[in-house]
Nanobody
Framework: QAQLVESGGGLVQAGGSLRLSCAAS????????MGWFRQAPGKEREFVAA????????AYTDSVKGRFTISGDNAKNTLYLQMNSLKPEDTAVYYC????????????????????WGQGTQVTVSS
């Protein structure tokens, strides 16, 4: 049974940094494309960042480009999201997701692309 567990969320002041982690178990991490999504109160879940199988390609939503970095560690079966220069509008529950794919070139940006989801971790940025 595949399981994704996020950690690293918390309360931070605007301009600060956090690093989210997503520990994967029950799946072969290197066979999956991975992504981060977020959902603010009253809003739909939205794409934040994605990394292709093997880590060859990444994609980001425009609002986080230059501030967030997605990466993965196959040896630790862990996905990361480094978030710098945080803004109050980044406040949301952050979810990681995994998609089993044979393709190494494609990061996936749609919520319905993904097969497995974590339970989420809250990120709150105060102004």
């Amino acid at each position: 049974q595949a399981q994704l567990v996020e950690s690293g969320g918390g309360l931070v002041q605007a301009g600060g940094s956090l690093r989210l982690s997503c520990a994967a178990s029950g799946l072969t991490f290197g066979s999956y494309a991975m992504g981060w999504f977020r959902q603010a109160p009253g809003k739909e879940r939205e794409f934040v960042a994605a990394i292709s199988r093997g880590g060859y390609h990444t994609a980001y939503t425009d609002s986080v480009k230059g501030r967030f970095t997605i990466s993965g560690d196959n040896a630790k079966n862990t996905l990361y999201l480094q978030m710098n220069s945080l803004k109050p509008e980044d406040t949301a529950v952050y979810y990681c997701a995994a998609k089993n794919t044979p393709y190494y070139t494609l990061p996936f940006v749609a919520t319905n692309d993904y097969d497995y989801w974590g339970q989420g971790t809250q990120v709150t940025v105060s102004s």
